[in-house]
């Protein structure tokens, strides 16, 4: 007597459907949770839980993608680690953009804070 190879396929296809089923209800009950997630994604992680604005929180969402991780810079990206800019010469950069790096990354009032921060690296 043989056995039937695909029972085995439909056990595994049925497990799989109800693991998705329970996740999905995990979901909807997390929904206000992933909602203050979601939000807080989309505005970059600049501000703090506070309110205050974080440049490094800014920094980690916006620039490392060119600048690396450490900020040291990575090929057209210039390193942000003792920059020989000055601080408003840094936000002036911040603001209009230079180079590949495009305008408007930090909001206007927090151009001081995010070139004092940018300066303060060592």
Same mark, same amino acid.
């Given at each position: 007597m043989q056995k039937n190879p695909i029972i085995p396929f439909i056990l /595994?296809?049925?497990?799989?459907i &109800? @693991? /998705?089923?329970? =996740?999905?209800?995990d979901g909807v009950g997390n929904k206000a949770e992933l909602?203050?997630?979601e939000e807080g994604a989309e505005n970059g992680g600049g501000e703090a839980s506070?309110?205050?604005?974080d440049p490094e929180a800014l920094a980690?969402?916006?620039? /490392?993608?060119?600048?690396?991780?450490?900020y040291e810079g990575t090929g057209a990206a210039p390193a942000l680690v003792g920059t020989? @800019?000055?601080?408003?010469?840094?936000?002036?950069? @911040?603001?209009? &953009?230079?180079?590949? =790096? #495009? #305008? &408007? @990354?930090v909001p206007a009032e927090n151009l001081?804070? =995010?070139?004092a921060w940018v300066k303060s690296l060592e």
């Open positions: /595994i296809m049925a497990f799989g &109800g @693991l /998705i089923f329970f =996740m999905s209800i909602a203050a997630t506070a309110g205050e604005f980690q969402g916006k620039c /490392i993608g060119c600048h690396g991780n450490s020989a @800019l000055s601080e408003d010469e840094v936000k002036d950069v @911040l603001a209009n &953009g230079k180079g590949i =790096m #495009p #305008p &408007g @990354l001081d804070a =995010m070139a």
